[in-house]
Every structure is written in C-alpha cells, then in structure tokens.
C-alpha cells in the first residue's frame, strides 16, 4: 500500500490553521468498519509521537487542535490553530495489513 | 513506557552488528516490539517485529533474509541485528512499542511508543 502525503512542507503562522493530506492507494476500510490509518508527528531531534489512531481517535494527551478525518482513500490531518510546539515531521502510516507503510512526510515550519 | 536504544555506529561495508532496544514501564514479554528505519528525505520503512515472550516474528519483505530480529525477555531488550551490512542500510533505526487491536478475527498492529533511534552509518 503506498501512501501518498501532500505538501511536502508548509509553513504557517501561529493560530492558522494546517492541513495535511495523505492519499492511500487501497482501500483502508477494514470489514470492521475502522479506518486504519495513524498520524505521527517527529519534532527535530526527537522520536517521533502518536497522535491519532484509526483515522480520527486522538491519543490522550493530544490537544483537541489536531483533528483526522476521511474521505474515501484520502486521509487528512488538520490543526485547528497551530501552535510553535507543533513544529516538525508529520506522517502518516496505515496499519490495515502488513507491511505497514508509511507517508514520505510533511514538514511543517512557523511562518 | 520508556525505550532506551544503544548508541549509533559507524561500521564498514561487510562488518556484522548487533543493536539493542531495552524496554521499561511495562510488561515488555507481551507487548509486540518493532524496528523502523528512517533515511532523510525518504519515507519511513518498516523492518519488522518481535513477540517477545514467543519469539513471534514479523518482517518486512524488504528487509526478510538481510536482518534478524530477536528478544531477550531475562533483560527487557529487543536487538536488530546485521551478519553483513551495506551501504544501503545506511540510517536511523528506531525500535517502537506496537499496540495491538482486533476487528471481526483479524489482528492489527500501530506503533504507539517509540525510542529516540540509534544512528548506523556503513561506508567504506
């Protein structure tokens, strides 16, 4: 499964909001009716942290700013307000089968 | 949950390597335990993963034949290990905690937390 993430970075001002989308080239649907699809975002020099689960679950600890949804096989990461700590690399990867795969990223930078 | 992984190498073409991830916070025997390789520029790829208290193993295509993945419950530690190593495997290599779900008999698995990396850079 390749999945496809657009842009390949994006600098935005703080308290705008940023979007990221991440294409699937198969159907992520599982019979269970979950999407498998995980957001992770890596800040500079650090490893990279979970932050959404099955498409739009965020993990506890993740502001309510950061938000996933889906639209058939594309998959969108969206922060509502960004803030200078969400600096970093932010990718996707799914987890309906194995080999998991991954996004090729989206840098996002402070304008 | 804390994943302490060894330091980075720096190894000649050829060389073997042994790298090590050790596991605390939590039950490390029965959690799946992965390895994930990062080149800059590229997108993330996965090496495979460890049942620890089984030995249950999982690997990636790309890397099936070339790596070896093992566990040590006695120590709480995961290896990812090299007999020959290339150019080509030239990156960061993290290991990450799996969490497991299930749905209607079928098993998934997503990383939820991972080490800081351990750097391999193989040149001649």
């Known amino acids: 499964i390749v999945l496809t993430q657009t842009p390949l970075s994006l600098a935005v001002n703080p308290g705008q909001p940023a979007s990221i989308t991440c294409k699937s080239s198969r159907n992520l649907r599982h019979d269970n009716g979950k999407n498998l699809l995980c957001w992770y975002l890596q800040r500079p020099g650090q490893p990279p942290q979970l932050l959404i689960e099955?498409?739009?679950v965020r993990v506890s600890g993740v502001p309510e700013r950061f938000s996933g949804r889906v639209s058939g096989t594309d998959f969108t990461l969206q922060i509502s307000r960004v803030e200078a700590d969400d600096v970093g690399l932010y990718f996707c990867?799914?987890?309906?089968?194995?080999?998991?795969?991954f996004g090729g990223g989206t840098k996002l930078e402070i304008k | 949950v804390h994943l302490e992984q060894s330091g980075g190498e720096v190894k000649k073409p050829g060389d073997s390597l042994k790298i090590a991830c050790t596991g605390s916070?939590?039950?490390?025997?029965?959690?799946?335990i992965g390895w994930v390789r990062q080149v800059p520029g590229e997108a993330m790829q996965w090496v495979g993963f460890?049942?620890?208290?089984?030995?249950?193993?999982?690997?990636s295509p790309s890397f099936e034949g070339h790596v070896t993945i093992s566990a040590d419950t006695s120590v709480s530690a995961a290896y990812l290990q090299w007999r020959s190593l290339r150019a080509s495997d030239n990156g960061i290599y993290f290991c990450a905690r799996v969490k497991t779900t299930f749905g209607l008999g079928a098993r998934f698995w997503h990383f939820d937390f991972w080490g800081r990396g351990t750097l391999i850079s193989v040149s001649s």
């Open positions: 990867m799914q987890n309906i089968e194995i080999p998991l795969t």
């Open positions: 460890i049942f620890p208290s089984d030995s249950d193993i999982r690997y």
């Open positions: 916070g939590y039950d490390f025997a029965h959690y799946w």
């Open positions: 099955e498409t739009s």
